[in-house]
């Protein structure tokens, strides 16, 4: 037996569904994590 879990869907699969959606893009999320590490 496999320890993984199958995630199948989208992001727009769990919007719809059940009304989440993310703060960030990829974009955002990568520039904000950048400058995060280089401040500290």
């Known amino acids: 037996m496999s320890d993984r879990i199958l995630i199948t ?5 769990l919007g719809t569904e059940l009304g989440w959606k ?14 995060w590490y280089l401040k500290g």
């Open 9 to 13: 869907g989208s992001h727009a699969q």
């Open 22 to 35: 993310a703060d960030e893009t990829f974009d955002t999320g990568i520039i904000k994590t950048v400058e």
